[in-house]
């Protein structure tokens, strides 16, 4: 993590440690991405600014090729996708990147 955000970046996670991180943490906001997509890139930045305006949110960003598990177990076929997590579950899954308004309604309402 850099100063300008708390975004915890992972390119691999095992499953046991993803497990214990959602499980270990209130409310986790998930962005996953991979190295190439254009608007993932696109999108970092927006996400890396909420990160810093929300503290009672954990902020995580998975490359899913080095993670395809993740894919696999969320059933994940289009990148960005956003997934939100309170209190060990998933509550909402997001599919494509939008602007920070959008972000901001999506945590309101969801979270």
Same mark, same amino acid.
């Given at each position: 993590?850099?100063?300008?955000?708390?975004?915890? !970046?992972? @390119?691999? $996670?095992?499953?046991?440690?993803?497990?214990?991180?959602? *499980?270990?943490?209130?409310?986790?906001?998930? =962005?996953?991405?991979?190295?190439?997509?254009?608007?993932?890139?696109?999108?970092?930045?927006?996400?890396?600014?909420?990160?810093? !305006?929300? @503290?009672? $949110?954990?902020?995580?960003?998975?490359?899913?090729?080095? *993670?395809?598990?993740?894919?696999?177990?969320? =059933?994940?076929?289009?990148?960005?996708?956003?997934?939100?997590?309170?209190?060990?579950?998933?509550?909402?899954?997001?599919?494509?990147?939008?602007?920070?308004?959008?972000?901001?309604?999506?945590?309101?309402?969801?979270?």
């Amino acid at each position: 993590m850099t100063e300008n955000h708390k975004v915890a !970046e992972y @390119d691999g $996670i095992s499953e046991d440690e993803f497990n214990s991180m959602v *499980n270990n943490n209130g409310k986790v906001f998930l =962005d996953i991405f991979t190295q190439w997509c254009g608007p993932c890139k696109r999108v970092k930045p927006i996400f890396q600014e909420l990160s810093l !305006e929300h @503290d009672d $949110i954990k902020f995580v960003s998975v490359d899913l090729d080095q *993670n395809r598990w993740i894919g696999d177990k969320y =059933d994940v076929h289009a990148i960005p996708t956003f997934l939100m997590f309170k209190g060990g579950e998933m509550i909402y899954k997001h599919l494509g990147g939008m602007f920070k308004d959008g972000f901001e309604n999506m945590i309101k309402e969801k979270f």
